[in-house]
């Protein structure tokens, strides 16, 4: 793996890929989120009415049918937005596992995965399950940063001492992510190899049962399967352990911002200076503005996630180039799936004669250092009749594999000819 995929550049390639839904999925999610502002300017509006402390020009039950009418429109279009997302989710995520499995496929046969079976099979189904979801994370975060915005305006509006606590939570994460970051990728990279290494490991025992048996070997891999499950409850639990305690302190965070808001609106409301609907208002923004930091701490933890999942799925693909898991293409969602092309032969397609010519197939050792140095096949030429019978011989490493996986198509000839 000699490059990267950025995750912003994945993340922007998945949004592209249904952008319909993405778009209706950010706008659901800014209208839901940001007419909280709404009921909370209409909850003011009531109070005030209800303490003649302002002039309002509704009455208590036209406040009341549009707070019942703007909630009753959240939820109807929170529903459409959460389908609009599963839509991006879902395809997303089949995508990338198609491109992953294409990638597989177009390897040469005799070339295996540098991991296991069972590995490559938690990664695809979870780790892209992850990263196809990540996208959704944007339309909540920028509804959020919406709210967030409108109710500091709102809030600046009537009073800037009480509004200016609400920063400091955003100042607290800041630093707490700058913290954190490194040991997010470290224990989040070791959670999931765990996982890889227990599914990786069962797989191989029901795979050689019979020489696990044979070799009475039960209680060595009993021992050994153990051994790694517990490394993979100490990785998780580490990793569970150290997202609890940033999810908590990302929260207290905002909660001690509310507790010297509500606070200082209390002192103001007793001097006067603050209505009962203001600190309605105020009740109302600043509960929903302080968590706005916490979701940010979240989003921010699960950028580094992701880079993890990239990583991995790439080490499992090392020659593919890292645009291949990410281009687009049809993954057959609605309709009939595509008709499979089978060859139509004829008696005259049969080989009559098997002529090579020059065939050269090498690759590197350990110890190589250039080409000449190098193992494989080179310069094989042969004509072989149908029908004949041929042997191969040679000493071992003399290449009879190599030469047999070459003319199967297993490996890749870097020179000659096979007709």
């Not at 249904?18 to 007419?35: C, D, E, I, K």
């Not at 290494?197 to 797989?203: K, N």
């Amino acid at each position: 793996m000699t490059e990267k995929l950025s995750v912003w550049k994945g993340t922007w390639s998945l949004i592209r890929y249904r952008p319909g839904f993405f778009a209706l999925s950010v706008t659901m999610a800014v209208y839901v989120l940001t007419t909280r502002g709404v009921v909370g300017w209409l909850q003011k509006l009531f109070f005030d009415k209800l303490t003649n402390e302002a002039p309002v020009q509704f009455d208590f039950w036209t406040l009341l049918a549009l707070i019942v009418a703007v909630e009753v429109s959240r939820m109807g279009i929170d529903v459409i937005g959460h389908l609009s997302s599963a839509k991006v989710r879902l395809a997303g995520q089949s995508l990338l596992r198609k491109n992953v499995v294409q990638n597989i496929l177009h390897k040469p046969g005799a070339v295996p995965l540098p991991v296991s079976s069972g590995d490559a099979v938690n990664r695809i189904n979870h780790d892209l399950a992850d990263y196809g979801d990540f996208p959704t994370w944007i339309p909540v975060l920028v509804g959020h940063l919406s709210f967030a915005i409108f109710a500091l305006i709102v809030m600046l509006s009537i009073s800037v001492p009480i509004t200016l606590v609400a920063v400091i939570p955003l100042i607290g994460v800041f630093f707490l992510n700058r913290f954190a970051w490194e040991r997010f990728l470290r224990y989040n990279r070791e959670s999931r190899e765990s996982d890889s290494a227990v599914t990786s490991f069962l797989g191989e025992i029901f795979g050689s049962i019979q020489a696990v048996k044979a070799a009475d070997a039960e209680r060595s891999v009993m021992s050994f399967l153990q051994t790694l499950s517990h490394q993979r409850r100490v990785a998780n639990v580490r990793h569970g352990t150290f997202w609890a305690l940033f999810r908590s302190a990302s929260d207290n965070i905002g909660d001690i911002a509310v507790a010297l808001m509500v606070v200082m609106s209390g002192v103001a409301l007793r001097d006067g200076t603050f209505t009962v609907g203001d600190f309605s208002l105020f009740s109302t923004y600043l509960f929903f503005a302080a968590r706005f930091p916490a979701d940010l701490g979240s989003y921010l933890s699960e950028i580094a996630q992701q880079r993890v999942v990239l990583d991995r799925t790439q080490e499992m693909l090392p020659t593919a180039a890292p645009d291949s898991l990410i281009v687009h293409g049809p993954i057959y969602e609605n309709g009939n799936l595509p008709l499979l092309k089978r060859p139509f032969l004829t008696p005259t397609d049969q080989i009559q004669t098997l002529q090579v010519s020059g065939l050269t197939q090498h690759f590197k050792t350990s110890g190589a250092e250039s080409p000449s140095e190098a193992s494989g096949i080179f310069d094989i030429t042969f004509s072989i009749p149908r029908g004949s019978f041929t042997v191969i011989t040679g000493r071992i490493g003399s290449g009879k594999t190599t030469l047999l996986r070459v003319l199967l198509g297993l490996l890749p000839a870097d020179a000659g000819e096979i007709t």
